[in-house]
């Protein structure tokens, strides 16, 4: 993935911003824990996460595979946190706190999933990206990995920013 927005490359988010995000994604949003859902990456530009198998996650109990549900799912909040960091990073005159109730109205507006390969492994990556920020809508593009890099699903999603 690339970057497409419009955010300065040596940006670095504070540990406070870094922290905060973190507690709203990983434990505020409780979908996110029975997802098992976690972030392993928080960049401006970029956002990644990873999900470990666990067999509340089956959706076809013959072959151990990931039910779909939870790779929507999954690239859905990816998609949220990458337009969380972006809007982060463009108000960077913001102390963390303030930058962190930005996130109040964020929402799904439309999302599409393209499952190409069956999710069977011991986890998942998950990366998500922001295409374009606007003031109002930001839209982005979302990979959901197996352990051993392969390409399994792709999602892009808008969100309502405002």
Do not use: W
């Not at 994604?25 to 970029?46: A, D, H, R, W, Y």
């Amino acid at each position: 993935m690339t970057k497409h927005i419009e955010v300065e490359p040596e940006v670095e988010f504070e540990d406070e911003f870094v922290t905060g995000l973190k507690k709203v994604f990983e434990e505020m949003i409780v979908f996110n824990q029975v997802l098992g859902l976690k972030i392993t990456s928080l960049k401006p530009t970029q956002v990644r996460g990873r999900i470990d198998m666990k067999r509340d996650l089956i959706g076809h109990f013959s072959f151990n595979r990931i039910h779909g549900g939870v790779i929507s799912a999954g690239l859905d909040a990816m998609g949220g946190l990458a337009v969380m960091a972006a809007i982060g990073a463009r108000h960077m005159d913001e102390t963390p706190i303030q930058r962190l109730h930005r996130f109040g109205k964020l929402g799904t507006i439309d999302l599409r999933i393209d499952y190409l390969r069956p999710g069977i492994g011991e986890y998942f990556e998950l990366r998500a990206e922001v295409m374009r920020l606007g003031s109002r809508v930001a839209s982005t593009r979302m990979e959901f990995l197996g352990a051993d890099g392969k390409l399994l699903s792709t999602g892009s999603g808008a969100y309502i920013v405002s």
